[in-house]
């Protein structure tokens, strides 16, 4: 079958955006046709579909840099995305994929960067024995995804610093990051853009799969109603956090009047029941305690606020300033 090739280009860096984009897209390809689309987010950490949050990002962090989370609908592990960095997606029905074929368009376009790279065993794509590149996918009933990153010249002090384990204890389901050595391709090449890259990986794919008569961009203003329909998706707490697997999670600390561990089963992203062992003098305090906290967000802010009904007992406020001290560092 012939098929014709198509080049979209993101003029957003909202990442749940992007990723509403790219679902449209790969919801409403053709059977002939070939798209590959370029995009890029800024200062977002962007986990894989059955991750856990909880366990692969340091949330508070990331939020108070003005960043964000986002939830793919592919697998895989958690990554760091900032300006120097650039996410390609290649989308077509089943029928048409071909992992070699499209990895050579990303080798291929870094080798006419002077830069030579290889594939490796683990999705990824390396230079010089580092990672630049990881690559995820999904199916859908017919068409498919293949997606993945070029590390061009990435904050590498901000990829350490989101991407951590921001809880002390966790028994979680689902998929856990493996952490690689990682290299940018600047440091390779000192005078690459993110604009030589697009250029590069442009000429590669119309080398590998026909010319394209022309690249698509795309913003917000000009997008259509389903992809802002999705947009609103991606961007919920319900996606990004709701969808993650049951899991329980143990906090725990010593204090002048005793030793406390919280543990809380969450379900949907919700804390549906909370257990509290302590050593602490004061048996009422902790019963009192035990109910406050189901049914909430595991967040700090919410954590905190629910400390207030134990305001009327004044025995307790010191207790009470010691938790929302604590919660507080949780980085929730």
């Not at 890029?40 to 949330?59: D, S």
Request: net charge negative; charged share 25%; proline share 2%.
């Amino acid at each position: 079958m012939n098929t014709t090739t198509k080049i979209y280009r993101s003029q957003s860096t909202n990442p749940w955006f992007n990723l509403a984009l790219e679902e449209e897209l790969v919801n409403s390809v053709s059977k002939d046709e070939i798209i590959l689309y370029l995009w890029q987010n800024q200062n977002t950490v962007v986990i894989g579909k059955h991750q856990n949050p909880w366990r692969e990002v340091l949330i508070q962090d990331l939020e108070n840099d003005q960043g964000k989370l986002a939830r793919r609908l592919s697998g895989g592990g958690a990554v760091f995305h900032d300006l120097g960095n650039l996410n390609f997606t290649f989308v077509m029905h089943k029928s048409h994929e071909n992992l070699e074929k499209q990895l050579k368009v990303i080798l291929d376009g870094v080798k006419a960067l002077g830069i030579d790279a290889q594939f490796s065993g683990r999705n990824d794509i390396l230079a010089e024995g580092r990672k630049f590149s990881g690559n995820a996918f999904y199916y859908g009933k017919e068409n498919y995804y293949h997606h993945g990153t070029l590390l061009v010249d990435v904050d590498m002090k901000k990829l350490g610093r989101y991407l951590n384990v921001s809880l002390k204890k966790l028994n979680a389901k689902g998929v856990e990051s493996v952490k690689s050595r990682v290299i940018n391709l600047k440091d390779l090449n000192d005078n690459l853009t993110i604009s030589m890259t697009i250029d590069a990986l442009i000429d590669a794919f119309e080398k590998e799969y026909g010319k394209c008569d022309e690249i698509t961009m795309i913003s917000e203003t000009t997008a259509s109603k389903e992809a802002l329909k999705r947009y609103h998706y991606y961007a919920s707490w319900d996606w990004r956090f709701g969808k993650t697997p049951k899991f329980d999670v143990t906090f725990d600390e010593k204090f002048t009047w005793g030793e406390i561990v919280l543990n809380f089963t969450l379900k949907g992203g919700l804390i549906e029941e909370t257990t509290i062992y302590s050593d602490a003098m004061s048996t009422q305090f902790i019963e009192q305690l035990q109910p406050l906290f189901n049914g909430l967000k595991l967040q700090s802010k919410p954590l905190i606020t629910a400390l207030e009904a134990l305001e009327q007992y004044d025995s307790l406020k010191p207790m009470l300033a010691d938790l929302r001290t604590w919660f507080d560092s949780f980085n929730l």
